[in-house]
């Protein structure tokens, strides 16, 4: 019996109902790989959506991993329901009992969003292959949440490196601190002012990180884990925190001007107020003695150092300032008042009570004395015997006062310069008397300088003195 050729349809008994079954059997193979087809189109779809939704949001990774997967599972896709349809071809009773229509309608379902989805990839892909870029969006910055375990507490030395700028690098532990909220880089940072006087910077973490915004230029004080990760600044781990609202500047208003209250001087200012060059500025109640001499039509108590020019002089002032106190000129007084000295050499005295005191007994005597006497600025050379006497006499300026420098009254042995008022109210006179003690040449010089302050000098003129043995 010959062989049939390929492709000739074998002969079936009409008994064997052989033909039907394996109709079904095909058929249900096949609807089988169509929905497993489906399921995967399904699968690739909803990818393809996932990933179009994130080039809405502006994830630009996603869209770069979603464009390249499509292409390969579209090909298995495609490669695998021809698989599937190449058996169902080799039984032709399949075609009839299973109309493509029909077939097709399962992954109707799912075809629309995948076309679409392709669509919108495809765009994707080809703005992305033609060069122009997608601007990313901005990601939220990485926030530290939650809060380390309980450490050990810092101790005062560790607490004086951490606000030590330069220093204290790796410190950490459970402290406070105090500061000013400020944002650094959109993330909240407590400015501290440091031992000397500089900033540091320590960022704030925990739970309350978004919070601390709100706080920008209040006073923050935080308590929590402090790590000091470099040398002028580190991270703060909150566990609490307290915020204090910045204080409105207020405008100091001017107090009035109130006199000071005026005190009883004590005496060891009062030996200031007395002294050359000492006491500038002291005010306040006294009591002082001196000398009582004119300059002009002012009343003037001479206190220490007279005829030179560190003499400390006060001008009296108030209702004791009469006309009485002038039978009183070249004798000592002592008066009560408020003392206002303006300079080391000087000042004001308002007077409350004047008494005169009997004056003092001359410590060198003239009698049975050789004086030697020079009167007016007459710049010319004498010579006196040793501890015998010399005298000066010269005319006085009103508001000005003759006087010789310290050191010169030392060498030549100054010991009195006396103011004396002119007769009949003429121009007054003030007498320098000198008994030199050491032997030799000197030159002293006279300067005209002005009352109160004897750096302010209008004239003067020298002598020269030979101390013979």
């Known amino acids: 019996m010959a062989k049939p050729k390929s492709g000739a349809k074998k002969t079936t008994p009409a008994g064997k ?7 079904k059997k095909d058929n249900t193979a096949r609807l089988d790989l169509i929905k497993n087809a489906s399921k995967r189109v ?3 779809a909803t990818k393809l959506v996932k990933a179009a939704t994130d080039v809405a949001k502006g994830a630009k990774g996603a869209v770069k991993k979603a464009a390249p997967e499509k292409a390969p599972e579209e090909k298995a896709a495609a490669t695998k329901a021809p698989a599937a349809k190449a058996p169902a071809a080799k039984a ?6 299973a109309p493509p229509a029909k077939t097709a309608a399962p992954p109707a379902k799912g075809a629309p969003p995948a076309k679409a989805a392709g669509g919108k990839g495809s765009k994707a892909g080809g703005t992305s292959g033609a060069g122009t870029s997608i601007p990313a969006a901005d990601r939220p910055r990485p926030r530290a949440t939650k809060l380390p375990p309980p450490g050990e507490p810092l101790t005062k030395r560790e607490m004086e490196q951490l606000l030590t700028a330069g220093e204290g690098r790796g410190v950490m532990g ?27 910077t320590f960022l704030l973490q925990g739970p309350d990180q978004e919070v601390f ?17 470099t040398n002028h600044g580190g991270v703060v781990d909150v566990r609490k925190y307290s915020a204090k609202k910045p204080e409105a500047e207020v405008v100091e208003v001017a107090p009035a001007e109130t006199e000071p209250r005026l005190r009883y001087l004590s005496p060891g200012e009062v030996s200031m107020v007395t002294a050359a060059g000492m006491g500038a500025g002291v005010k306040g109640f006294a009591t002082i003695r001196g000398n009582l001499e004119m300059t002009g039509e002012d009343y003037v108590i001479v206190v220490s150092n007279g005829g030179t020019r560190q003499q400390v002089s006060f001008i009296i002032e108030g209702k004791a300032a009469t006309r009485p106190l002038r039978k009183h000129v070249g004798h000592t007084l002592q008066i009560q008042g408020v003392v206002d000295k303006t300079s080391g050499w000087g000042g004001r005295i308002t007077a409350e009570n004047v008494e005169p005191r009997p004056s003092e007994a001359r410590a060198v005597s003239r009698d049975e004395m050789e004086l030697v006497h020079i009167e007016g600025e007459v710049p010319t050379s004498v010579d006196v015997k040793l501890n015998h006497g010399l005298t000066v006499r010269l ?3 009103p508001g000005f006062t003759w006087a010789i420098e310290p050191t010169v009254a030392k060498r030549v042995g100054l010991r009195e310069a006396n103011f004396e008022p002119g007769p009949g109210g003429g121009p007054a006179t003030r007498e320098f008397f000198f008994t030199p003690r050491n032997p030799g040449t000197f030159e002293v010089e006279f300067f005209l300088a002005k009352a109160l302050s004897p750096g302010l000098v209008d004239r003067s003129f020298k002598i020269n003195v030979t101390v013979k043995p």
Do not use: W
């Open 17 to 23: 109902a052989g033909a039907k079954p394996a109709a």
């Open 42 to 44: 399904a699968k690739a």
């Open 92 to 97: 032709p009773a399949a075609k009839k009992a």
């Open 213 to 229: 915004p709100a706080y920008v230029d209040h006073k923050v004080s935080v308590s929590g884990m402090i790590r000091k990760t």
């Open 395 to 397: 005319p006085e300026q």
């Open 174 to 200: 459970e402290g406070s601190l105090k500061g000013r909220l400020a944002l650094v880089n959109e993330m909240p940072h407590l400015v501290v002012v440091g031992r000397d006087k500089r900033e540091l």
